[in-house]
């Protein structure tokens, strides 16, 4: 089983930026998508942005023009650039990956924490 780690969560005022990054464990050759989910107290975990197979990216509306995934395909890592954050984005913000490794699976990080200040 791949283990995610993440790094870069914090505390930033509104305005600001951060960026997390995501490393897998071991190379994983057959990734169907990578990237981050988010999940703030009392609300069910939603995608931020994620890149599938092939290069193209989806992200939720509420974060389009201001964050940005990024993938590096030759080291498994997969980062997300947060710019003009606002309170609401303040949530524990969880990689993840999809592949295939003698079957389909999926991996999650352990979160890493992002509060945003007003």
């Known amino acids: 089983q791949v283990q995610l780690v993440e790094s870069g969560g914090g505390l930033v005022q509104a305005g600001g930026s951060l960026r997390l990054s995501c490393a897998a464990s071991?190379?994983?050759?057959?990734?169907?998508?990578m990237g981050w989910y988010r999940q703030a107290p009392g609300k069910q975990r939603e995608l931020v942005g994620i890149i599938v197979s092939g290069g193209s990216t989806n992200y939720a509306d509420s974060v389009k023009g201001r964050f940005t995934v990024s993938r590096d395909n030759a080291k498994n890592t997969v980062s997300l650039q947060m710019n003009s954050l606002k309170p609401e984005d303040t949530a524990v913000y969880y990689c993840y990956a999809d592949y295939y490794d003698r079957g389909s699976r999926s991996a999650w990080g352990q979160g890493t924490q992002v509060t945003v200040s007003s």
């Open positions: 071991r190379i994983i050759f057959s990734i169907n998508a």
